[in-house]
């Protein structure tokens, strides 16, 4: 007999004794199975409600993702539709017109309440949406509408605002050293 062999025989031997002894106790164990299969069928069914609950819900948030999804894009058409016919069919922030996409002034997460503001929307290529969002002072000092969408800023969103002020000043000390540095002019 193989050493395989052997160790099935022996699981088989543990599976027998164990068979006999249930056949041996069932009077006494069958109480306290039923009991226990009560139990653990009580579990079950709750577990069963709770993730109906949690599903119910996220039908709940996803129909309501679904219809802001839904004005969104109905938003987004307008504003193409109204950038086509006024000939404004670019980037709003640098004037290029490849690979365009909505952006939002006040951010989405941050300004829910703003998310379908058509004044918060802009027509930006990937590379300005991804300056604004990342906050890449560099690029975005020299947006064509950067004054338009401050503006927007100010009039919704205090803190939002002067984080931009904020990150821009510094842009523009950073800027102004580095050309004295180059000038040789020591700072006072």
Same mark, same amino acid.
């Given at each position: 007999?193989?050493?395989?062999?052997?160790?099935?025989?022996?699981?088989?031997?543990?599976?027998?004794?164990?068979?006999?002894?249930? +056949?041996?106790?069932? @009077?006494? &164990?069958?109480?306290?199975?039923?009991?226990?299969?009560?139990?653990?069928?009580?579990?079950?069914?709750?577990?069963?409600?709770?993730?109906?609950?949690?599903?119910?819900?996220?039908?709940?948030?996803?129909?309501?993702?679904?219809?802001?999804?839904? &004005?969104?894009?109905? /938003?987004?058409?307008?504003? @193409?539709?109204?950038?086509? @016919?006024?000939?404004?069919?670019?980037?709003?922030?640098?004037?290029?017109?490849?690979?365009?996409? +909505?952006?939002?002034?006040?951010?989405?997460?941050?300004?829910?309440?703003?998310?379908?503001?058509? @004044?918060? /929307?802009?027509?930006?290529?990937?590379?300005?949406?991804?300056?604004?969002?990342?906050?890449?002072?560099?690029?975005?000092?020299?947006?064509?509408?950067?004054?338009?969408?401050?503006?927007?800023?100010?009039? +919704?969103?205090?803190?939002?605002?002067?984080?931009?002020?904020?990150?821009?000043?510094?842009?523009?000390?950073? &800027?102004?050293?580095?050309?004295?540095?180059?000038?040789?002019?020591?700072?006072?």
């Amino acid at each position: 007999m193989t050493e395989k062999q052997e160790k099935l025989q022996k699981v088989n031997n543990e599976i027998l004794e164990l068979l006999d002894y249930f +056949h041996e106790n069932f @009077d006494e &164990e069958m109480p306290i199975i039923q009991r226990d299969l009560k139990s653990i069928s009580n579990q079950v069914i709750e577990l069963i409600g709770k993730e109906i609950k949690k599903k119910n819900m996220i039908n709940q948030i996803s129909s309501k993702e679904t219809k802001l999804r839904r &004005e969104l894009t109905k /938003i987004y058409a307008e504003i @193409d539709q109204k950038a086509w @016919d006024e000939e404004r069919w670019h980037c709003w922030s640098c004037g290029k017109s490849q690979s365009l996409t +909505h952006s939002h002034a006040c951010s989405r997460g941050q300004n829910k309440e703003l998310m379908l503001d058509k @004044d918060n /929307i802009f027509l930006q290529c990937i590379e300005c949406h991804e300056a604004w969002e990342n906050r890449i002072w560099n690029k975005i000092v020299n947006f064509k509408n950067l004054k338009e969408m401050l503006f927007y800023v100010l009039k +919704h969103n205090d803190k939002q605002f002067w984080e931009l002020i904020d990150g821009i000043t510094i842009f523009y000390e950073r &800027e102004l050293n580095s050309i004295k540095e180059s000038l040789n002019i020591n700072p006072e």
